[in-house]
């Protein structure tokens, strides 16, 4: 199950795991997009490891990270 966790004032959404079996939580993260419908990525905490990211750009994908650092404890 995911948790909604915060809007960004672009209309990303972040939404978050409970803590897995393995001990890490799953955050991701989705934009609308006219063009390509939804822009979308996963972060693994701990350790921020990127997966799946389609339609963000590497700043933004660093800009959500410290979104995450400052308000999900990894």
């Known amino acids: 199950m995911m948790y909604p966790f915060l809007t960004l004032e672009d209309g990303t ?3 978050h795991s409970e803590t897995r079996e393995d001990g890490s939580v799953k955050v991701y993260l989705e934009r609308p997009d006219k063009k390509d419908c939804f822009y979308h ?3 693994y905490l701990p350790g ?3 997966e799946d990211v389609f339609g963000f ?3 933004e ?5 410290e979104v995450i650092e400052r308000h999900l404890p990894a």
């Open 41 to 43: 990525a996963t972060c």
């Open 61 to 65: 994908v660093e800009r959500f990270q």
């Open 13 to 15: 959404e972040i939404v």
């Open 57 to 59: 750009t590497p700043q």
């Open 48 to 50: 921020y490891r990127w």
